[in-house]
Every structure is written in C-alpha cells, then in structure tokens.
C-alpha cells in the first residue's frame, strides 16, 4: 500500500485528488494538511509516508523551502510538487530542493498515477508541459536533442544506477568497479550535459528519453 499526504491550501484540489484516488486499491490518504506547519509536525509523528503531494504555494512556508526542510529529515520520502505555475526555474528549483517529481494541478487522473508509480520506482517525473519548458531551456543551452553528446556504454550502465538512487559506492560494488572510477565517470557526464550536480543529470537524461 502506498500512503499519500497531501500538502495543499485549496479544499477544491484536495477533493479532487481525493477524487482521482479514491477508488485505486493500492494507495492510502493518510492526511490532508493546508500548511507547511501542520505537514512538518504530521511527518514527526508518523514517518511511514511513501509519498507526499505538495503544494509549492503554501500561505505558511515557501513550498522549495519545505521541500527541503522534509527532504533533511526524510531521505527516503517521495515528494511531487503540485503548482499552477509552469516555470522552468522552479521545476529546476524544486528539483535541486530534493524533490521527485512536478504535476500541474490540471493534471488528468491517468498521469497523477504515472507519475505516482514512476517515482516510487526511482525515477523523476515531469508533467508534459514540464519537459517542454526544461527541453527549451536546454535548448536555449545549445543541448539541442539531434546534438546531444553521446555516452559509452558504461556511462549508460552508470547512469541508469544513479537514476534508481544508488551513491557511487553501491554502484562500485554492483559493477565491481572502483569509487574513483564511477565518480570520474559521473563527471564526465556532468560535464557533457553541462549539468551542475546529479540529480540535474538525472533530469536532464530523463527528459531527453535516455532512461527510457
């Protein structure tokens, strides 16, 4: 059973996330919360949350800030951000805060549930307009998709590790490689994509379909 909290100050979203969920027999509502208070002070007292929708517009916190503050205290917690706002700046803000994933709020039933079972595989989702806005940007980089640096085979191998979650020391044990070896490979990586850290690889792989 996967447990949701949901982060959201609008009654109408709620009801109809409660709406789009309540007859999927595998997933659980454990709270509705309207503030980043109230959802901060629910996670201390019940840390078996596998997911949390959240509101990045919040009347209390900043939902980038809260973002990271849950993040802090809970490594292994899912976090999709829910929004109006279709921005690259922070789809690319909330991704670096730790988040796993970023919905529009007019989102259809069918993808709030991609994206729910996709991160809890280990992956970044991003809503459709979402990957619109970060290939633009991308390509306003001159990362444009026909031109994108290739990767060798072990960077793929690499690559497709980092997205499930392992550090460079469980992807060393796995492909019997050493720790210096998978990091000069990640950045290597990092270098080709012009990315700034991992999880932006992650990202920038991810929309370009390379994960698939």
Do not use: W
């Not at 201390?44 to 009347?59: F, G, Q, T, Y």
């Not at 993040?71 to 917690?77: A, C, G, L, S």
């Not at 793929?156 to 997205?163: C, G, M, P, Q, T």
């Amino acid at each position: 059973m996967i447990k949701l909290l949901i982060v959201d100050d609008h009654p109408l979203v709620i009801d109809g996330l409660k709406t789009m969920l309540t007859d999927v027999g595998y997933i659980s509502i454990s709270k509705t919360v309207k503030n980043g208070k109230d959802a901060i002070a629910f996670l201390k007292e019940n840390n078996h949350v596998d997911i949390i929708l959240l509101d990045i517009n919040l009347p209390d916190i900043d939902g980038l800030r809260l973002c990271e503050m849950i993040r802090q205290d809970n490594k292994e917690v899912k976090i999709i951000g829910l929004t109006y706002v279709n921005e690259a700046g922070i789809i690319t803000q909330l991704i670096k805060k730790g988040a796993n994933g970023y919905l529009l709020k007019n989102m259809e039933r069918e993808e709030l549930l991609k994206a729910i079972d996709q991160v809890m595989n280990g992956s970044i989702y991003l809503s459709k307009e979402a990957n619109e806005k970060i290939i633009q940007q991308l390509q306003a980089f001159g990362l444009e998709g026909n031109k994108l640096p290739a990767l060798t085979r072990r960077e793929k191998e690499i690559l497709h590790l980092l997205a499930k979650g392992l550090t460079s020391t469980e992807i060393a044990g796995k492909l019997f490689l050493s720790n210096f070896t998978i990091d000069t490979h990640r950045k290597n990586m990092l270098q080709k994509f012009n990315a700034h850290n991992t999880h932006a690889l992650i990202n920038i792989a991810n929309e370009m379909r390379l994960l698939d």
